[in-house]
């Protein structure tokens, strides 16, 4: 039985229910064995007017749904999505011989929720970027299997752009997988109420882009006043000593934009609130920072310890995760400690009015928001419920509601310029003022180069604000020729992102103040010094060049973050973007645009002091002098000193 409006076409197959519905520029596709659709939009929370819809319930013209230049078609129970007349993708089956429909299901005995697996066919030579961040992926994911869950350096947002000329929405919250194999395409939730995606075509991957932030969201915008440098390490410990690096950056003429005070400034995870002991005068700290330019953030945590002088405000509401049996903690780090549930409106309202009147009343109005997965000690995601759902149903989209936390809050009370920095992301963070951040990777080159990677992906996911640890978190030492080296290339590579920061766990570690407390200011330790002066002359004079070199550029990072809030176009480019015509440029993961005018050639080789580049079809000139070099797509290797990094100008 079909059943046609003005704008969907509703299938009833006996077994399954299926909704092909026009949405915005593209085709929304839900299926569910049994029973209506659930009313979730979940990442579809823009609804724009459908494009140019064209329906058919059969006759001559067979069953089809048509918007915004993709076509859905429906053959027998198969699905096939096509684009002017070009197969884009279909789904695959075989109900004879194999037994295997295209869209399956495993009912939950005694539940409400039911396993899914949905797939497609695939194509040789078909290559696909997004999907957001995976520390095991690489560029192209043609040949990956990417778990559908969100962990410390893993972050799932996902949404592919195809080289066929479709971008694709899984939307659906739900832990699962995706695997991009050579025979098949498969999604599979493990816990769900209904099969849900969203189908979008174009000529070229940016118009893509556009129509999935149309549909999704555009990012807030950046806020001029953060583009310059912004300073940060684990940790300072106390408010002297980070008055002291905002006092020696001003003695020595460079400008700060924003300085960072890490986790445990508090006394238990949960207070959000200074530990009055190494932090007495808050008030002061904000004001004389504010003299000198730079704006203070402050790291926030959603895990609350029992101790917590809120946590009595969080439980005895039911404003934390929680376990389906067993003990309620969810997350053993220095204690045993719940997480607040940002999936409840009220406990996010809780929330918000904890940072406003513990900061806020500072004029502190900047969070870090660590720990964003959220964090939990073991990941059986079975195990954990939220307000909306389990975990296995919905876990994916807490990150982007805790960045709604903040940003809700933020709104109401008139905050101006709003980014707050987030360790994880979903679908539509971006708009929720989120500045996401990589998590907490190790100090190395072959990261750095996974990093790269990860940029460039996570931009095709929706995320134009995107950066990582300059010099990776874990392992660098101060002292250590390699680190340095890596530092320097890390540092010149961030000047070309949307924030540069610094940050890291340096070692050797210096220790905590007090061993003898169990208050959180005394009780963790530190890394070592982490400024700009900390790595010797040589690399400060290089990282002070690249710091004024960043604050030359503001006004063409404005041009850049304009456009990305405009067109969802990231910041960070990969190159397929602005050359989609050129095939190399579709694999290439070691350069990448910045905005429209920029080639950045990071160095990712320990010593290297030469780079092979490659210069798409057009003119371009190096961006340290010499002639105008006319490509028709090919290589040059160009010199690299450690006090340069390769990039080119397109002229």
């Not at 002017?84 to 005995?109: I, N, Q």
């Not at 208050?519 to 400024?531: H, K, L, Q, T, V």
């Amino acid at each position: 039985m079909i059943t046609k409006t003005d704008t969907s076409l509703r299938l009833n197959f006996g077994h399954e229910n299926l909704l092909l519905e026009a949405w915005g520029g593209g085709i929304r596709v839900r299926a569910v064995p049994i029973g209506e659709f659930p009313d979730n939009d979940w990442a579809l929370t823009e609804h724009n007017a459908p494009e140019n819809v064209s329906i058919s319930a059969g006759g001559d013209g067979g069953v089809y749904i048509e918007c915004g230049g993709v076509r859905c078609e429906v053959h027998g129970e198969k699905l096939r999505f096509t684009s002017g007349g070009r197969l884009l993708f279909e789904e695959a089956s075989d109900p004879w011989s194999l037994r295997l429909r295209a869209r399956r299901y495993k009912t939950h005995a005694g539940g409400d929720t039911f396993g899914a697996v949905i797939r497609f066919s695939a194509y040789d030579g078909e290559v696909l970027h997004g999907m957001g961040q995976y520390r095991d992926a690489r560029h192209d994911l043609k040949g990956m299997t990417l778990e559908l869950a969100q962990r410390n350096s893993q972050i799932t947002v996902p949404f592919l752009i195809s080289s066929r000329g479709y971008g694709f929405l899984w939307n659906n919250p739900a832990i699962g997988s995706a695997t991009f194999a050579e025979n098949v395409t498969e999604w599979r939730a493990e816990a769900t109420r209904a099969v849900d995606y969203w189908v979008c075509a174009a000529d070229t991957p940016a118009e893509i882009i556009k129509k999935y932030a149309d549909a999704v969201g555009h990012a807030s915008p950046l806020p001029e006043s953060l583009y310059g440098l912004w300073q940060c390490k684990l940790r300072y410990r106390t408010q002297e000593e980070l008055l002291n690096v905002a006092r020696e950056y001003h003695r020595r003429g460079i400008k700060l934009d924003v300085i960072v005070v890490d986790f445990f400034h508090w006394i238990y995870q949960g207070d959000w609130d200074f530990d009055p002991e190494y932090w007495p005068d808050p008030k002061a700290m904000v004001d004389g920072l504010r003299e000198m330019g730079t704006r203070l953030m402050v790291s926030v945590w959603p895990t609350v310890d029992p101790r917590s002088k809120n946590y009595h405000g969080f439980a005895s509401n039911g404003y934390l995760i929680r376990t389906e049996r067993g003990m309620p903690a969810v997350m053993d780090f220095n204690g045993q400690v719940g997480i607040y549930d940002a999936t409840n409106p009220s406990a996010r309202k809780f929330a918000y009015g904890v940072l406003k009147q513990n900061y806020g009343k500072y004029g502190i109005d900047m969070f870090w928001l660590d720990e964003a997965e959220p964090e939990y000690s073991y990941t059986d995601y079975d195990h954990y419920r939220h307000y909306i759902g389990s975990s296995l149903e919905v876990g994916n989209i807490y990150p982007r509601m805790h960045s709604m936390m903040v940003y809700d809050g933020q709104r109401a009370d008139g905050v101006p310029d709003i980014l707050n920095l987030v360790r994880c992301a979903w679908v539509g963070s971006p708009k929720y003022g989120a500045l996401v951040w990589s998590g907490d990777i190790e100090s190395s080159f072959r990261e750095m180069k996974v990093q790269l990677r990860n940029a460039l992906n996570m931009g095709a996911a929706g995320i134009p604000w995107w950066i990582s640890d300059t010099g990776g978190f874990y392992g660098g030492n101060v002292n250590d020729p390699v680190f340095r080296e890596l530092l320097v290339r890390w540092f010149q590579w961030a000047v070309f992102s949307p924030i540069l920061r610094m940050h890291g766990d340096r070692q050797p570690n210096i220790g905590a103040l007090a061993y003898n407390t169990d208050r959180g200011g005394g009780f963790c330790s530190s890394g070592a010094p982490n400024e700009i002066w900390s790595y010797g002359d040589e690399v400060y004079e290089i990282l002070k060049s690249y710091v004024s070199l960043r604050e030359s550029m503001k006004p063409y990072i404005k041009k850049t973050a304009d456009e990305a809030v405009a067109a969802g176009l990231p910041m960070m480019r990969a190159l397929y973007l602005e050359f989609p015509d050129d095939e190399l440029c579709w694999q290439l993961d070691d350069e990448y645009m910045f905005g429209s005018d920029y080639l950045v050639a990071p160095v990712t080789e320990y010593g290297a002091r030469t780079r092979r580049v490659y210069l798409p079809r057009g003119k371009w000139r190096e961006t340290s002098g010499g002639e105008v070099i006319t490509s028709a797509g090919e290589y040059v290797t160009v010199p690299a000193p450690l006090d340069h990094m390769p990039c080119f100008e397109r002229v």
